[in-house]
């Protein structure tokens, strides 16, 4: 069975309600068609969470939160819970970004938690990994994307894991303007699902799909979602312009079905 493309929209901390509310109703104006074949969510700042759920009406968009406290409640300042995200409307949550492990010292054991929280919360979640500059130039790229997933999915069931998807997110390439190769996609794509293989099986490592994001832009989309495995992105800067955002989840409908 073919795996339906994934782009999630991570608009990091940026808009503010006028310009939120804009950018969905472009979004949900360009979509026509492209979410009956790809599988398309935004992912705003925890403030907006309402106003965009709200402006998304009854589009096929999905709403994301870009991340969650691994308590379920408490006396826990500025966390916010799986509960609150999907009280605000929320289907889905961002775990373990790169920019969290690097600026927040979020750990594997932090990531792991997070990610257990969220799916037997019910919701659905991305589960990011990749590997910096020194750990590509060192040769332990495989290693280090293997041990991220096997340390995240220590405790997750097969049965969970249906509502996971992963993006391989070279943190070399986040908001640099550097970006993997194709053949470099393609090559850790394989990687995470091989480290899937080893958790599982087989199977459930074709059936996961495995997206692609750092520094994602309309001009490299299509030759990205060629590569075999790689079934669509995590998209930063360019979700913040409609066009190119559309652009991108065009590129996945047409890349990855004509693979």
Known sequence: MARRPFVGGNWKMNTDRTSGAALVAALVAGCGDLAEGVEIVVFPPFPYL???????????ISLGGQDLSNDANGALTGEVSAEMLLDSGAQWVLVGHSERRQRMGECDALVADKLLMALESGLSSVLCVGETLEQREAGSSSRVISAQIVSALDHVHPAQFQRVVVAYEPIWAIGTGVVASPQDAADAHAAIRDALTSRYDSALARETRVVYGGSLA?????????????????????????PDFLSICSAAAFGVAAR
Not at 228 to 237: A, Q, T
């Open 50 to 60: 309402d106003l965009v759920r709200r402006s998304l009406g009854e589009s096929e």
């Open 218 to 242: 309309p001009g490299n989309a299509k030759a990205l979602f060629a590569q075999p495995g790689v079934d669509g992105g995590l998209v930063g800067g360019a979700s913040l312009k409609a």
